[in-house]
Structure formats: C-alpha cells, structure tokens
C-alpha cells in the first residue's frame, strides 16, 4: 500500500476560479469534474491530489499537491465549461498557478460581426 506524505510536507500548487457569473448554477458540475480528474490522476500518479477546496460565493480556490495537477484541472475545466485559462509559473520556486475564468453570461456577452 502506497502511503500518503504529511499534509506539512505537500507544497501547494493552486488552481483558481474567479468572476464566473454562472458559478452557482455549476458550482454541482465542476466540483464533480475536479474530484473525477483527481481520482484518475491519483490512480497514475498516487502524489497528484487535492489538499483543499475553499467555495466563494463567485468560485473555488482548489490548492493541490502537483504542478501538473493544477494544469490538468485548467485544461480540463476549459475543455468541460469554455471560459479562459492562464499559467504563471515561478522562476525560483517548483510552483504553477491556474487561474481558470469562466465564460461570460450569454446576455452581456457581446455580438460581433
């Protein structure tokens, strides 16, 4: 059996939602995708999890204990919902940040021609 490190010893890596109009009606749908995407990437790679999920009233912050699992829930999340994603990485530190925006709400989403 394959143990778990400490939580004290897991680094956060972050994966964020913000402004999202809809988030409340789909608030259901991406907690289940994300907790789907850990369960197939822990049975991969046991160290890829989530440490915590904080719901706001316009998102989630979700901290995670690979860089490359906060990428995949932002890829992940476009692919399911649309919206825009963002990765910053750091120079000195093993560390990513997703920042994940969902898509605008169909009326004030602008027509273009």
Request: zero cysteines; glycine letters at 6%.
């Amino acid at each position: 059996m394959i143990r778990r490190p400490p939580r004290s010893t897991l680094f956060p890596y972050t994966t964020l939602f913000r402004s999202w109009p809809n988030w409340l009606i789909h608030k259901a749908n991406v907690l289940n995708l994300v907790h789907h995407e850990e369960k197939l990437a822990s049975g991969i790679n046991p160290l890829e999890r989530i440490i915590g999920i904080r719901t706001r009233s316009d998102g989630a912050d979700i901290e995670t204990t690979t860089e490359h699992m906060a990428q995949r829930l932002g890829r992940h999340l476009v692919k399911a919902f649309k919206g825009h994603v963002q990765y910053k990485w750091s120079r000195q530190d093993k560390l990513a940040r997703v920042y994940w925006h969902g898509p605008m709400d169909q009326t004030k989403r602008r027509k273009t021609k």
